[in-house]
Structures are given as structure tokens and as C-alpha cells.
């Protein structure tokens, strides 16, 4: 009896195996950036510093603030660099991209407001010309939390890259694009050039300020095969 219920099963269709799934995490640990994130744009400037210690935990990115050498902006904008390739840009669809993720910390400077913003994932596709951005794709999520208070507090954000939908999913917009959703859409997911985590809905604006910010374990979920 054993051996022919064991040649049954043996008989039976086998239902694959779903892909693995892994997380790749750029911690800082090492000392580098994978993908150049900065909120400058240029991840040489000098006001951030990767710090040894006061991350969530260990190593993290620090946008350091004193006096004048400080991020004045109206909305930090945490980004890859323009031209670099690297596991946070690229063919979210063929890479089976499920999502992206990052941990963040406002330190001040005093008198710095946060509320009102809720952290937004922004991708966008250069459509060839990195050069100008006039005919870039870009489609964005609105986060379901408020970026952290500014005390310093480490707070987690992820965010749900349905990369295998076809069509502009639930919750997603396009903020610049052709007029049709469903294309623009899959012109971003399958040819992701920047990736971008935005201080606040990139549909409003705000007033201008200074901002001393920590970021780390900047993360993206995806199929092993896709991982460096």
C-alpha cells in the first residue's frame, strides 16, 4: 500500500515551486552607497557623511547640518543617481521587483516642521535622454505614514511595487507621462532610471527649510536571479 500511494504521488502534476525571494539592503556598513543615494544629487558633496554608529542600527547615512552647510530645500528628496545602474534601477518587471523600502530620522535643525508630509515612493524612466528631463515618465505612491518627527526617532517605510500589473495599479499616479496611464505605467516598471523616496505629496508644495536627516537600510525586494 505505502509503495503504490508513493508512486501516486510520485504520478501526480508537481506545482513549481514558487521564485525566491530576497531582500537586498544597502546598510552602509561597508562604507559605500549602492545606487549613489543623496539628497543632493551628487554623492560626493561634503555634508553627508556615512557615521560609524546612531544608525537603525550601526552605520547610516547623515545629512549633516551647521550653519550654512546644511540641505535647504522645501522637500528633501532622497534619490539614485542619474546614470547609475545598479539593483534599485532597471527592469522591475523581469527582476519580479515586490517592493522598496527605507528607514528614516529627522535631527532637526531647531524649528524645523514636519507635519502634513507623508513619505511618497517616486520611479521614473529618463526615456533615453538623462539630459533632459521634459520627457521623462514618472509615476509615484503616496505613503501611508508621516515622515518622523524631528527628534531623532528611526522610523521604517515600505512601500508595495506591484511590478507584474500591466496596468497603472491601485493607489499609483502619474505625475508626468503621456496622458495614458496603463503606458506610462509600464514604460517606468520595466525600465526604472531613478528611484526616489519624497519628503511630502510632490503634488503640493512647501516652505523652504533646513534639515538635518538620517537614512538607512535604503531596501528593495526581488527575485534572487536579479541580486548583484
Not at 509615484?140 to 500589473?165: C, E, K, M
Not at 519624497?198 to 527649510?209: A, E, H, M, R, V
Amino acid at each position: 500500500m505505502l509503495i503504490a500511494t508513493l508512486a501516486l504521488v510520485l504520478a501526480l502534476p508537481q506545482t513549481p515551486a514558487p521564485a525566491p525571494k530576497l531582500t537586498f539592503v544597502e546598510g552602509f556598513e561597508s562604507g559605500t552607497r549602492t545606487g549613489g543615494w543623496s539628497f543632493f544629487g551628487n554623492p560626493a558633496n561634503p555634508i553627508e557623511v556615512i557615521e560609524p554608529a546612531g544608525g537603525s542600527p550601526g552605520r547610516f547615512l547623515h545629512s549633516t547640518c551647521s550653519g550654512f552647510d546644511c540641505l535647504d530645500t522645501f522637500a528633501p528628496q532622497l534619490r539614485t543617481q542619474l546614470g547609475t545602474s545598479s539593483v534599485f534601477t532597471g527592469d522591475y518587471r523581469a527582476n519580479g521587483v515586490a517592493s522598496l523600502g527605507v528607514d528614516l530620522a529627522v535631527f532637526g535643525p531647531p524649528g524645523v516642521t514636519t507635519g502634513g508630509r507623508p513619505l511618497t515612493l517616486i520611479l521614473s524612466n529618463d526615456a533615453g535622454t538623462p539630459g533632459s528631463s521634459l520627457d521623462d515618465v514618472v509615476v509615484y505612491r503616496l505613503g501611508a505614514r508621516n515622515i518622523p518627527q524631528a527628534d531623532g526617532t528611526w522610523r521604517a517605510f515600505d512601500f508595495h511595487v506591484p511590478s507584474a500589473s500591466t496596468t497603472l495599479p491601485a493607489g499609483w499616479q502619474v505625475l508626468q507621462g503621456s496622458g495614458n496611464d496603463d503606458a506610462d505605467w509600464n514604460q517606468v516598471v520595466t525600465g526604472v532610471t531613478q528611484a526616489e523616496f519624497f519628503f511630502g505629496d510632490p503634488q503640493f508644495f512647501f516652505i523652504f527649510q533646513q534639515w538635518e536627516l538620517g537614512v538607512d537600510d535604503v531596501r528593495i525586494r526581488l527575485d534572487a536571479h536579479a541580486l548583484p
